[in-house]
Every structure is written in structure tokens, then in C-alpha cells.
């Protein structure tokens, strides 16, 4: 796995939580120290929920810069999970205590950031230290926040689904309805039932 596509100072981004039927979208900007590796940091799809959990402090600890934001349900019913996810990265490049210099932008689309470079790299994740790093900052963030909205909600199991379509979760809208978390915009059962939102 590489370091950078462009040089020291560049800030990773990565969002989590696209597909999801219920919840925001989660992004994370990180900006690692020139150098860093780290054995087991890589793509957070490809590591267990444990060892997401112990990289978090050590990004956070060893980063130059750290942002995370949330992007909610209402906002992307409103404007679309893409551009709300384009909202979320620069929400969390807006956090970041240090100007980058370039951004490494996990995937092929992205709003340019103020004035700062940047470049979209497919398979970033699993390519990119930096990028690697804010994956594994989104997805345990995002977590995070679903396992609290399942304290209020816990009919929906979004401390196991985290709001991904599994049968389960399907099967909990279809008794109870969807929440005031879930996207509306988004096709929550198979059948497009009509919900009295």
C-alpha cells in the first residue's frame, strides 16, 4: 500500500455509509505524518470490527489532522446520497486543523474542496494509507452513532445492521414502519409499499 499519490500533506477522504437505508452518511478527512505505516491499516471493509477499533486511536494519535462529519437522512432525501456525500467529505476537510496541500478522494466523482488539488482514486482505500485511514475513521464513527439510534429504535437491529439492507432490516420496516432515520428517498422494501410519511 502506498503513502501518497502527490507528496507529504495530503489529506485522505473517504465517506461511509452510501448504501445504507437508514442514517446519515459518515466522512472522515485525515492527513498522516510523512512516512507512517502501520501493519494492519487498510481498507476498512477488509478488517474485522476489532481491529477497525485499534487503529482508531492510533490514526487519531499519530495524524496531523483529523475530521469527521455526519451528513443526516433529511438532507439526503433532499439533496441525494451522491452530492451528500460529496457534503459530508468537505464538512470533514472543514475540521482538519491544517490546510492540505492535495486531497486523495476514495472513488471517481468529487466537488473540487476551495482551491486545493485533488484527485479521485478508484480503490483508494485499499490503496492509500491516508485514504485507508479516514475509511476506518467514517465507518467506526458511523457505527458509533447507529449503535445510539438503536437505543431509541431498537426494533430495526441497527446495532447489528448498522441501517444496511439485510432481510432483518427489510423485515422491520415492513412490521413497524420505517423511523425518522430512515431515508426516505431511498427504496426501503422490495415492493415500494407507501408509507404515510
Given at each position: 500500500?502506498?503513502?501518497?499519490?502527490?507528496?507529504?500533506?495530503e489529506?485522505?477522504?473517504?465517506?461511509?455509509?452510501?448504501?445504507?437505508?437508514?442514517?446519515?452518511?459518515?466522512?472522515?478527512a485525515?492527513?498522516?505524518?510523512?512516512?507512517?505505516?502501520?501493519?494492519?491499516?487498510?481498507?476498512?471493509?477488509?478488517?474485522?470490527?476489532?481491529?477497525?477499533?485499534?487503529l482508531?486511536?492510533?490514526?487519531?494519535?499519530?495524524?496531523?489532522?483529523v475530521?469527521?462529519?455526519?451528513?443526516?437522512?433529511?438532507?439526503?432525501?433532499?439533496?441525494?446520497?451522491?452530492?451528500?456525500?460529496?457534503?459530508?467529505?468537505?464538512?470533514?476537510?472543514?475540521?482538519?486543523?491544517?490546510?492540505?496541500?492535495?486531497?486523495?478522494?476514495?472513488?471517481?466523482?468529487?466537488?473540487?474542496?476551495?482551491?486545493?488539488?485533488?484527485?479521485?482514486?478508484?480503490?483508494?482505500?485499499?490503496?492509500?494509507?491516508?485514504?485507508?485511514?479516514?475509511?476506518?475513521?467514517?465507518?467506526?464513527?458511523?457505527?458509533?452513532?447507529?449503535?445510539?439510534?438503536?437505543?431509541?429504535?431498537?426494533?430495526?437491529?441497527?446495532?447489528?445492521?448498522?441501517?444496511?439492507?439485510?432481510?432483518?432490516?427489510?423485515?422491520?420496516?415492513?412490521?413497524?414502519?420505517?423511523?425518522?432515520?430512515?431515508?426516505?428517498?431511498?427504496?426501503?422494501?422490495?415492493?415500494?409499499?407507501?408509507?404515510?410519511?
Amino acid at each position: 500500500m502506498q503513502y501518497s499519490w502527490s507528496g507529504p500533506n495530503e489529506a485522505g477522504t473517504d465517506e461511509a455509509g452510501r448504501g445504507c437505508l437508514a442514517g446519515p452518511v459518515t466522512a472522515a478527512a485525515v492527513i498522516l505524518p510523512e512516512g507512517f505505516t502501520h501493519a494492519l491499516l487498510n481498507d476498512s471493509k477488509q478488517l474485522s470490527e476489532s481491529a477497525r477499533e485499534s487503529l482508531v486511536p492510533i490514526i487519531e494519535k499519530e495524524a496531523l489532522a483529523v475530521g469527521i462529519a455526519h451528513v443526516p437522512p433529511g438532507v439526503i432525501d433532499e439533496i441525494n446520497i451522491l452530492q451528500a456525500s460529496f457534503r459530508a467529505m468537505h464538512l470533514a476537510l472543514d475540521q482538519l486543523g491544517t490546510r492540505p496541500e492535495c486531497i486523495a478522494v476514495d472513488g471517481n466523482r468529487f466537488i473540487p474542496y476551495r482551491d486545493i488539488p485533488h484527485q479521485c482514486l478508484i480503490k483508494g482505500d485499499s490503496r492509500f494509507l491516508n485514504i485507508a485511514a479516514a475509511s476506518i475513521l467514517a465507518k467506526t464513527a458511523r457505527d458509533a452513532y447507529m449503535a445510539e439510534l438503536h437505543r431509541e429504535f431498537p426494533q430495526y437491529g441497527w446495532d447489528r445492521n448498522k441501517g444496511y439492507p439485510t432481510a432483518s432490516h427489510r423485515e422491520a420496516i415492513r412490521e413497524f414502519g420505517p423511523s425518522p432515520h430512515h431515508r426516505k428517498s431511498f427504496r426501503l422494501l422490495p415492493e415500494q409499499l407507501k408509507f404515510p410519511f
